[in-house]
């Protein structure tokens, strides 16, 4: 009795488990509709403007971990092997994709700071103070943190936005009510934003690492409970409920 207590137990956590897989899953797949429809600017757009991709891959991303809650869910309540044996094998290649990921953030850690500045001076560019993902993209991150330009205000000298409006610099690289002009450049923020957003995109993987290193031990339990419940409907042990 005492065994199929643990069995037991085991198989409705497994179910409670699945119900927040899915809940996550359904909540990304939620950012990631919302991101195709608001095409929402943030500080990621200032490094890589390929916004659009980031919205359809949280769209995939979530489906998927939805998909693998509900089979976890249907596979653990019903006890039916061959959605565990799915659930299983699915969480397990997360999982290996999970730490193959880790492992290569960590060797190419030294070129972040590479990346963000070229990715910064390649969007600062292609600003037009149109309304664009990219203008507010460095409309918010400007007025956020009191910067102006990649490394100083003297990159929009080469830009898309001073070759149509020459000798000025964005609204945003000011405080409001100044010239936000070359020929003022006491009115300019001296200081260039890369640092500020090196540091801010350095503070959210922390703590996207720290989730994911959370999400990862969970897994681990999942596949373990998983298996235990497949092969223990396998021997036909299992007293149904």
Not at 97 to 108: C, D, K, N
Not at 148 to 162: H, K
Not at 174 to 182: G, K, L, P
Request: hydrophobic letters at 40%; proline letters at 1%; one cysteine or more.
């Amino acid at each position: 009795m005492a065994v199929k207590g643990c069995y037991s137990c085991i198989k409705y956590l497994l179910f409670i488990f699945n119900i927040l897989f899915w809940i996550i899953g359904m909540g990304i797949l939620g950012l990631g509709i919302y991101s195709e429809v608001e095409k929402r600017s943030d500080v990621v757009t200032i490094v890589d403007d390929s916004e659009d991709a980031y919205g359809g891959l949280m769209i995939g991303v979530g489906t998927f971990i939805a998909l693998v809650g509900f089979a976890g869910c249907f596979g653990a309540l019903r006890e039916n092997r061959s959605c565990l044996i799915f659930y299983g094998t699915m969480v397990t290649i997360v999982f290996v994709l999970q730490v193959v990921a880790g492992g290569l953030a960590y060797r190419y850690r030294d070129k972040l700071d590479t990346t963000v500045q070229d990715g910064m001076m390649r969007t600062l560019g292609k600003y037009t103070d149109k309304s664009t993902a990219i203008d507010k993209a460095w409309l918010y991150v400007q007025g956020k943190f009191k910067c102006c330009g990649v490394n100083n205000y003297t990159d929009w000298q080469n830009s898309t936005f001073t070759e149509e409006n020459p000798g000025m610099v964005p609204p945003s690289c000011c405080d409001s009510n100044v010239t936000c002009a070359f020929s003022h450049s006491q009115n300019i923020y001296q200081q260039g934003c890369y640092e500020k957003v090196l540091n801010d995109l350095r503070d959210d993987w922390k703590i996207l690492a720290g989730v994911g290193i959370g999400i990862a031990a969970v897994q681990v339990f999942g596949i373990f409970f998983s298996c235990a419940l497949q092969a223990n409907i396998k021997k036909g042990e299992y007293v149904y409920v």
